[in-house]
């Protein structure tokens, strides 16, 4: 049977919950389909003093009904939650052949708890309990033989379901699975059999420089499971001792009112949302602006919508962490979005045209592009530290800027 209609549910960093909506499938005489979302009448009316807008440009808190017809049918917001290319393919490969295709309620009904963000899903309005699916740090190895084993078309039997649960919950296109480390959930990230340098160390060398210039970057550690390397990120959406959703989570691609196929969007459209929404929007459009330079100066041009994302948090709408920062020798010399009037030509150049709109005078903006330019000079011992390897190093260099080899690049 084919699920029609699911029901949304909030649970918040206190440990309540709340039925916060539904959505329908609707399915049109001529063949044709469309989703519908509507908040409970006790949400929008905000009787429990804890309601916001799951998304405040495209799903304010009225009425309705709103209706989605992109994005595999789903409010952008919900699709957030959904499993990206990795996850889709986990659960697909558990499905019997021949079974129907996967409905936008199949696809929010089929990952466990430990999806991102704090929204839970069920197929009646009654809460479902929390269905924890994570693996344990020990249990890596064998997640990541079982990743690689898929990845080459092989059967992979005999690991428990638990763990495909584990990996198949959250979004991106890499091998990832939720464990535990140190108490806390992270997201562990394994190399790929096709790749051609060390990108968990570089992620992690990345993430970590990123900190080192004053960006509140995702915390990342680096493992060696077997014969691999493995990046852990420290989830920034649960609480790190009942690993319990802390908040609510929302992409860059949702809140400019984009899909995948889209080729707009821009840095300085993501921090006009935070201009319009945002509780700290001075700080976090600064932020914005810094992010952006690094990203072009580290070559990191997989800087895509749905690598940038935004938290419900005091009483408004938060940058979140950075994440998914990964210098990209392989890819086309161009930035994933715009960073300036020249669209996304990745210079710093370009980067200053739009200053004002991250809340900088020229100057200030020039003044954080010095900074950072210091700070990532020396990016080669920093990675070599972090245990990137030479020949990784001499790989990535070609990400990164040329301005940061020249003595003086303003
Ligand atoms: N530290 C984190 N805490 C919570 N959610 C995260 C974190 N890092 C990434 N995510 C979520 O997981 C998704 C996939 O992670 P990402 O690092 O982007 O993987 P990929 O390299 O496969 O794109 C992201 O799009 C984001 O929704
Ligand atoms: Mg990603």
Redesign the pocket.
């Known amino acids: 049977m084919t699920i029609s209609e699911v029901y949304i549910h909030a649970r918040h960093a206190d440990g309540a919950t709340d039925l916060v909506g539904r959505y329908r499938l609707v399915a049109s005489a001529a063949g044709s389909s469309y989703g519908e979302f509507v908040y409970v009448g006790s949400w929008r009316r905000n009787d429990h003093g804890r309601a916001f807008a799951l998304d405040p440009d495209h799903l304010p808190l009225q009425q309705g009904p709103f209706r989605s017809t992109g994005r595999g049918r789903l409010p952008g917001v919900l699709a957030?939650t959904t499993p990206?290319?990795?996850g889709r393919r986990l659960i697909e490969y558990r499905r019997p052949p021949g079974r129907p295709l996967m409905t936008a309620c199949d696809w929010l009904l089929a990952t466990s708890d430990e999806r991102?963000?704090c929204l839970a899903f069920s197929e009646t309005p009654a809460l479902p309990p929390l269905r924890p699916s994570y693996a344990a740090e020990a249990d890596l190895d064998d997640i990541a033989d079982g990743f690689e084993r898929l990845d080459r078309g092989e059967a992979v039997e005999g690991l428990a379901a638990r763990l495909w649960g584990a990996g198949a919950s959250?979004?991106?296109?890499?091998?990832?699975a939720v464990v535990t480390h140190e108490g806390a959930l992270?997201?562990a990230?394994f190399q790929r059999r096709d790749d051609t340098y060390d990108q968990c160390g570089a992620?992690h060398a990345a993430l970590r420089l990123a900190s080192r210039c004053g960006i509140d970057a995702?915390?990342t550690n680096l493992l060696t499971v077997g014969p691999r390397k493995v990046v852990l990120?420290?989830?920034?959406?649960?609480d790190p001792a009942t690993h319990t959703p802390t908040c609510h989570?929302i992409?860059g691609l949702t809140v400019l009112g984009l899909d995948e196929t889209s080729a707009s969007g821009s840095y300085p459209d993501l921090a006009l949302f935070l201009l319009r929404h945002g509780a700290r929007h001075v700080s976090d459009r600064r932020e914005l602006f810094r992010r952006m330079v690094f990203n072009v100066l580290c070559g990191n041009r997989?800087d895509h919508l749905?690598?940038h994302?935004f938290l419900r948090r005091d009483g408004g709408w938060r940058l979140?962490?950075a994440?998914?920062v990964?210098p990209q020798p392989d890819m086309d010399p161009q930035q994933a979005i715009g960073v300036g009037r020249s669209g996304s030509y990745p210079t710093t150049g370009n980067c200053l045209t739009r200053a004002r709109d991250f809340d900088l005078s020229p100057d200030d903006a020039r003044a954080i592009v010095a900074d950072l330019t210091a700070r990532m000079r020396l990016w080669r011992q920093d990675f070599a530290a972090d245990g990137v390897d030479d020949a990784s190093i001499g790989q990535l260099a070609r990400a990164f800027s040329k301005d940061l080899d020249r003595p003086s690049a303003l």
């Open positions: 957030d990206d290319r990795w991102v963000g959250m979004g991106g296109a890499r091998p990832k992270w997201i990230k992620e995702a915390e990120v420290k989830r920034f959406d649960r989570y992409s997989d749905k690598n994302a979140s962490p994440f998914d990964v």
